[in-house]
C-alpha cells in the first residue's frame, strides 16, 4: 500500500514539474529553436528578402564560404579579437579578484567601481569610446599631445583600430569576470593556505599550487564564455567603424549582418552563421574537456 501511494506521489510530481517546464519549453520552441530549423532550411536556399520565389541551392551556399576571401577575412578577425581578449581580459579580472578579496578600509567602494563599466550598455560605451578615440577632439589625443606624443587615428587605420575596439571590450567585460573569480576565490577554504603556508610555501606557490588548481572550474566558466562573447561580438564593431577601415575590423557577425540586410542574401548569411555556430560549438567542446577535473573543494 505504501509503495502504491509512493509510485502515485511520484507521478503527481512528475506531472507538475512537466506542467512548470510546459511554458519554458515552449517560449524556447517558438522563438529559439523553430527559427533556427527554419533559418538552417534557409542555408541550403538562394534566399534573396527582396525576390519573391526562392529556390534550392543545396550545399552551394556552404562551398562558396570556403573560397569567399571577405569571410576567410572576418572569421581570422573574429579570432584575432578573441585570441588577444581571452589571456588578457582573464589575467586583468583575475588580478582586480584577488585584489578585492583582502580585507581592508574602502575594498566595497573599489569592487564598485570596477564593477561599474558591466552596469554600462555596450551601445553607450561604444558612443563614448568612439568619442575619446576621435583624432580631432577625443580625449585619448589630447593625453597624447600633451605629453609631446603625435595623435593617433585609432578607429581610421587599420593598424591598430582593433586594437581600439579591444580596449573598449575589456573595459567592458571585466567586472563582470572579477566577479565570477571573486565567487570562485571565496570559495577556497582557508585551510588550505595554512596548510600551504605551514609547509613554507610563499604567496607565490601557494598562488599557483592551491589558488589556480582549485580555480579550474570557474577558470573553464570564464575562458568559455569570454570566447563564445569575443567570437560574436557585433556592437562595438557596428557603432564604432562599420567593420571598416578596409574591413580591418569586420567580425563573422559584421559579416552576417551585412550579407542578410545590406545584400539581401539571407540564404548565403544563414549559411555562413551555421557555419560558425559549429566552429563555436567545437570549440567550446574541446575547451570543457581541457578543463575538466574532478577536484572538488
Known sequence: MRG???????????????LFILPAFALLAVFIFY?????????FQNYNLIAAEHSWSGLANYRKLFSDETFGASLWHSFYFTLVVLPVQTAISLGLALLVQKKFRGVGFFRTVYFVPVAVSFAVA???????????????????????LP?????SNPDISMLGIIVLCIWRAMGF?????????????????EAAHVDGANAVQRFFLVTLPL????MAFVVIITTMD???????????????PAGSTSTVVHFIYETAFKQMNMGYAAAAAFLFFFLVLIISIVQLRVFRTDVEY
Open 215 to 218: 580555480l579550474k572550474r570557474t
Open 126 to 148: 561604444s558612443t563614448i569610446f568612439r568619442l575619446i578615440y576621435n583624432k580631432d577632439y577625443g580625449m585619448l589625443n589630447a593625453v597624447l599631445k600633451g605629453i609631446g
Open 230 to 244: 569575443a567570437l560574436k561580438i557585433f556592437i562595438p564593431i557596428y557603432i564604432t567603424t562599420s567593420g571598416g
Open 177 to 193: 569576470v572579477m566577479v565570477i573569480f571573486l565567487a570562485g576565490l571565496n570559495n577556497i577554504p582557508d585551510s588550505l593556505y
Open 35 to 43: 527559427p533556427m530549423l527554419h533559418a538552417f532550411v534557409i542555408s
Open 151 to 155: 595623435a593617433l587615428d585609432f578607429l
Open 4 to 18: 502504491y501511494r509512493s509510485a502515485i506521489y511520484e507521478k503527481q510530481e512528475s506531472r507538475a514539474a512537466f
